[in-house]
């Protein structure tokens, strides 16, 4: 996308990922679920963050992008399901979608938090995916946090369809 683009950072965290898309000249706006993160995040990035959860989107046509970087991989099939429909609503026809899960199979509970792992083959099994987007790229990549080397990501760009 080309700086000046809209892009939502979908779950932001400490908002390294949004202050990084400032600095390369986009417009961001930027969410996260946890008020600590919120307030984190807006002092690192001078933006105002909204505290929102995912199930709460509700924009239509408004972003050229969302990154959703190891955001939405806390929600289960079904919560997952709704929000790729908002996600899809929320970017502008042949607009793209950025999201990464953990690479596996598995639905669990891990520190008090649940996750959902991908595979290429699981992210298929999601009817909706064919329906409202065009898989661009997917890739595997290797955690880089230390004591992490076990761990492998699954990225995937998305376009939305018409």
């Known amino acids: 996308m080309e700086p000046g683009a809209r892009i939502l950072d979908f779950g ?7 202050k990084y898309f400032l600095n390369r000249g986009y417009q ?13 995040a807006s002092e690192h990035t001078g ?14 046509g408004m972003y050229d992008g969302i990154w959703a970087c190891a955001s939405i991989l806390h929600l289960n099939q079904e919560a997952l399901t709704d929000v790729f429909y908002k996600m899809g609503k929320a970017i502008v026809p042949k607009g793209i979608l ?6 596996g199979t598995d639905e669990l509970f891990r520190d008090g938090r649940y996750y959902i792992d991908m595979t290429e083959e ?11 987007y065009v898989v661009l790229e ?8 230390p004591g992490r080397d076990n761990e492998s990501w699954l990225n995937i760009i998305l376009q939305r369809k018409n």
């Open 12 to 18: 932001c965290g400490s908002g390294r990922d949004t």
């Open 28 to 40: 961001v706006d930027a969410i996260d679920g946890s008020d600590k993160l919120v307030k984190l």
């Open 47 to 60: 933006i105002t963050i909204k505290q929102t959860l995912f199930q709460d989107l509700n924009s239509d």
């Open 98 to 103: 950025y999201v990464s899960f953990k690479y």
């Open 122 to 132: 699981k992210l298929k099994s999601f009817s909706f995916i064919e329906e409202l």
């Open 138 to 145: 997917e890739w595997k990549s290797v955690d880089v946090r």
